[in-house]
């Protein structure tokens, strides 16, 4: 049987040794930290699934990983019995801001997409009955959705391997077969930098939201992305820097006060968890899966990763597939 280690049990080392260990592979995984106190950014991720959200600043690329991986989660979620929705998504934008919903949708247009949905009040009211009254204007795009990230990670957990946590290791001195290294932005390449993303988790039994929605404004594009319960994650955007601190009174503050711009009945919700992570992301923003001196790099998620998850593991796992059947007729040869 060969051996696989993976340094680094964020999202896409689970990921993918989930899929090794369902092909017959003996993988161990080395995560740095506790087990009790996740640090990897798809801990902290609103995890929504938007390629066409996302294309007017990421671009074709990204969008086309993401539709991809869009058409494989739902098998691989439905195994593992993690919540999700594939119903859609709302962009709605208050009177003053309306014109950046009007650019938005111009940017579709530019990318080819034609399936975005302008609504007015009525048709907001019809997808998202909580929000009706609200806005008079809105975005819906179909075919993009969320899934809950923590009941992912845990659901993977027990199927990806063994987890050594609390070991930090040099991917080149790990002795097995294939070595893979998802240690995102711990992993301290040259190129690679952390791009900071902050979220407030709430449980808001006043709200009742079932797709993700962002809200449009002058300074962030601020999301809602539903859970389970009536528990929702808060966040904006991302910040170019590499703190690794606690969310900050600015934040929180600028995050809670759009949250209730979007839907009063924020202002009683519980606020559960500030949480804040690093996403590793190269100069062009794109994921890069490539060997270097025998071992396999898996990083760049910046802030897709959930989107464009399958797509990439799918090209590690033909990687490493590839090196096993060549080894193999090496030593049949």
């Known amino acids: 049987m060969p051996t696989v280690a993976i340094a680094g049990a964020g999202l896409m080392g689970r990921l993918i040794g989930w899929q090794l260990v369902k092909r ?4 161990t995984l ?15 991720a609103a995890a929504m699934l938007a390629p066409t959200s996302e294309l007017p600043d990421s671009g074709d690329a990204v969008f086309a990983m993401g539709q991809q991986s869009l058409r494989a989660w739902p098998a691989m979620l439905d195994e593992l019995g993690v919540p999700y929705g594939i119903d859609g998504s709302l962009l709605v934008a208050h009177g003053p801001d309306g014109p950046l919903l009007d650019k938005f949708y111009r940017s579709l247009g530019a990318h080819g997409r034609t399936e ?11 997808l998202e009955p909580a929000l009706a009254g609200r806005f008079e204007r809105g975005l819906y795009l179909p075919h993009e959705g969320w899934l809950d990230n923590r009941a992912l990670l845990a659901a993977l957990e027990g199927r990806c391997g063994t987890i050594r946590f609390g070991e930090c290791v040099d991917p080149g001195r790990l002795d097995a077969d294939f070595v893979v290294d998802c240690r995102g932005v711990a992993a301290g390449f040259a190129e690679l930098r952390g791009v900071r993303g902050e979220a407030i988790r709430l449980h808001a039994p006043e ?8 809200l449009m404004h002058p300074r962030y594009q601020l999301y809602v992305a539903p859970r389970t319960g009536r528990h929702y994650v808060v966040g904006a955007t991302q910040l170019e820097s590499e703190s690794t601190r606690a969310t900050t009174v600015r934040s929180a503050l600028e995050l809670l006060s759009a949250a209730f711009a979007l839907h009063p009945g924020f202002a ?3 606020i559960t968890e500030l949480c804040a992570g690093l996403r590793p ?13 025998g071992v ?11 989107l ?26």
């Open 24 to 27: 017959g592979v003996d993988v």
């Open 30 to 44: 080395y995560e740095r930290t506790p087990r009790h106190a996740p640090a990897s950014a798809a801990h902290v």
């Open 116 to 126: 975005a949905q302008l609504l007015d009040a009525v048709g907001i009211a019809d």
């Open 207 to 214: 709200v009742d939201l079932r797709r993700p929605v962002r």
């Open 268 to 270: 009683e919700a519980e």
């Open 281 to 293: 992301a190269y100069p062009d923003n794109l994921p890069r899966v490539e060997w270097h001196r």
């Open 296 to 306: 396999l790099r898996v990083n760049g998620l910046y802030r897709h990763g959930f």
């Open 308 to 333: 464009i998850a399958p797509t990439v593991a799918q090209q590690a796992i033909e990687e490493i597939e590839r090196c096993m059947y060549s080894s193999t007729a090496t030593a049949s040869a």
